[in-house]
Each structure stands twice: as structure tokens, then as C-alpha cells.
């Protein structure tokens, strides 16, 4: 039976093993990268979306990437697929509007960051790429400045 195990942990990434979907209507977008859902039974989900990082409200285009994460998926149906949560306690999630992702989405129309801290997903590196080169979102502004060091700078000043 051990075996059996092993030969499946081999061949399978641990996190499609333990991975898990929400289905839910977005009542809610805190961010250009958290939203809350609401499922069939009331039950409420925050989820921060994996693999991209939005500006901080502070940010310039922090507000903008709110509005667009807001009007792409607002008062809709979503599916959530997710593997763990952050330290947070919210749900780390890729986003589905239909067969759209809406993390990628994000990066590619410069509203977000490919996360590449945590994530080496080729896609969302391209999609990072191809954003700065045609100067869209975020990428408009002559020195944009990724959230990560922008929350690092005020951890320091505090």
C-alpha cells in the first residue's frame, strides 16, 4: 500500500493531490488581488488570487486595479481552484470566470504582477513581459513599483 502511495506522489504534484474548487457569486473586491465569494449555503470564502500581485491602495494604480478586478467579475459566478491558504487564513486561489482565468487576465492587461517570488508559471512571466513591452496598465507609468518592495519600504519605515 506504501508503495502504491509513493508511485502516485512521483508521478502527481502534491498540491493537484490536495487541491480543492469553490464555486461561488464575488460579492465583494477588496483589492486588485482579494475578493470574497458567497457558495449555495451562505458560506463566505476570502480569496487572495494566486500567482499575482496587484498595487497596494496606496500604489498608484492600486485603485484602477481594483475597478478592473471589480468590473471583470463582480456579482458573478466564479470557480475557485486552490490549494492551501496564505497566513492570512485566506484561500490562495486561480480565479475562473467560464473558462477564463482571471489571475492571468490580470497580468496581461497590466493590472498586476506576475508573483514571480513565489511562482515561476511561464505563462504569467510572458504574460508580465508582453504587458511591460506594450506599456499598458501599470506598465504606462515611467517607474512603476512592484507591491512586494513597496510593502517592504513601509515595514522599514515603521
Request: charged share 30%.
Amino acid at each position: 500500500m506504501k508503495t502504491a502511495l509513493y508511485i502516485i506522489l512521483l508521478f502527481f504534484p502534491v498540491q493537484l493531490i490536495f487541491s480543492a474548487e469553490i464555486i461561488g457569486e464575488v460579492v465583494g473586491v477588496s483589492d486588485g488581488d482579494t475578493i470574497t465569494i458567497i457558495d449555495t449555503t451562505n458560506r463566505r470564502y476570502r480569496i487572495r488570487l494566486d500567482r499575482i500581485d496587484a498595487p497596494e491602495r496606496r500604489q498608484p494604480f492600486g485603485k484602477k486595479s481594483k475597478q478592473y478586478l471589480s468590473a471583470l467579475i463582480f456579482g458573478k459566478q466564479v470557480r475557485i481552484e486552490y490549494g492551501k491558504k496564505d497566513r492570512y487564513d485566506r484561500i490562495l486561489g486561480i480565479v475562473f470566470l467560464g473558462e477564463k482565468e482571471i489571475n492571468l487576465v490580470m497580468v496581461q492587461h497590466g493590472m498586476a504582477w506576475h508573483y514571480s517570488y513565489y511562482d515561476k508559471t511561464e505563462c504569467y512571466a510572458a504574460a508580465e513581459r508582453e504587458a511591460r513591452r506594450k506599456k499598458i496598465g501599470l506598465w504606462s507609468d515611467p517607474n512603476p513599483v512592484n507591491p512586494y518592495d513597496f510593502r517592504k519600504r513601509k515595514r522599514t519605515q515603521k
